[in-house]
Nanobody, 114 residues
Framework: QVQFVESGGGLVQPGGSLTLSCATS????????MAWYRQAPGKERELVAS???????DYADSVKGRFTISRDNAKDRVSLQMNSLKSEDTAVYYC????????WGQGTQVTVSS
């Protein structure tokens, strides 16, 4: 059974930083492109950042230059370093495969507010 467990969210002031982590199980992690998604209240879930099995990254324009996705194939984990956070980054953040989505985890809440 595929499972994603996200952690690391919280309340942070504008301009602050957070690092999110996602533990995965039930998949052969190192053959899949992985991604972070987010869903803000009243909005559709959107793809924020992705990383290929070999480490090639891609980002939504809204987070380019501020967020960094990384993966640890030995530990089956994917992380998201978020810097220079803005109020519009407030959302529940989820990890999943980039393609052929599996069941969603519970996500981790990120709130950017003064």
């Amino acid at each position: 059974q595929v499972q994603f467990v996200e952690s690391g969210g919280g309340l942070v002031q504008p301009g602050g930083s957070l690092t999110l982590s996602c533990a995965t199980s039930g998949i052969i992690f190192d053959i899949y492109a992985m991604a972070w998604y987010r869903q803000a209240p009243g909005k559709e879930r959107e793809l924020v950042a992705s990383i290929s099995p070999g480490g090639t990254t891609d980002y939504a324009d809204s987070v380019k230059g501020r967020f960094t996705i990384s993966r640890d194939n030995a530990k089956d984990r994917v992380s998201l370093q978020m810097n220079s956070l803005k109020s519009e980054d407030t959302a529940v953040y989820y990890c999943n495969k980039k393609y052929a989505l599996a069941s969603w985890g519970q996500g981790t809440q990120v709130t950017v507010s003064s």
